[in-house]
């Protein structure tokens, strides 16, 4: 089984428009079952007038869907301290980190040629 319970993911929202603004979701997974995941974590949207990333202070627990084409889902190593965990813009790009040795680029350009 690819998601199993305990799993920590990061769930990125497709963006189908250029405009559109990056929306993630960091938690651990509680249930998983045919494609479909409960997974309790916290949002992160961008504030606009600063452009930094901000955590929804309370956890929420939500259904995700692994096939509904409009998200994106990170396994993340299963030892990472989900709380510890930020997103920071960097000149533009998006990391994921804890500090303490783990980061993931999570910046998507796209170019039309």
Same mark, same amino acid.
């Given at each position: 089984?690819?998601? @199993?319970?305990? =799993?920590? #993911?990061?769930? =990125?929202?497709?963006?189908?428009?250029?405009?559109?603004?990056?929306?993630?979701?960091?938690?651990?997974?509680?249930?998983?079952? +045919?494609?479909? +995941?409960? #997974?309790?974590?916290?949002?992160?949207?961008?504030? &606009?007038?600063?452009?930094?990333?901000?955590?929804?202070?309370?956890?929420?627990?939500?259904?995700?869907? &692994?096939?509904?084409?409009?998200?994106? #889902?990170?396994?993340?190593?299963?030892?990472?301290?989900? @709380?510890? &965990? #930020?997103?920071?813009?960097?000149?533009?790009?998006?990391?994921?980190?804890?500090? +303490?040795?783990?980061?993931?680029?999570?910046?998507?350009?796209?170019?039309? +040629?």
């Amino acid at each position: 089984m690819i998601l @199993e319970k305990d =799993s920590r #993911v990061l769930i =990125s929202h497709r963006r189908l428009f250029t405009e559109d603004h990056p929306r993630f979701f960091l938690g651990i997974v509680e249930e998983y079952e +045919a494609g479909l +995941a409960l #997974v309790n974590g916290y949002s992160w949207q961008i504030e &606009l007038t600063r452009g930094e990333l901000t955590r929804n202070s309370n956890a929420r627990k939500k259904v995700i869907s &692994l096939t509904s084409g409009t998200l994106i #889902v990170y396994k993340l190593p299963d030892d990472l301290d989900i @709380e510890s &965990l #930020v997103l920071e813009n960097h000149q533009q790009h998006i990391i994921l980190t804890d500090h +303490a040795g783990f980061e993931m680029d999570l910046t998507y350009r796209s170019s039309i +040629a």
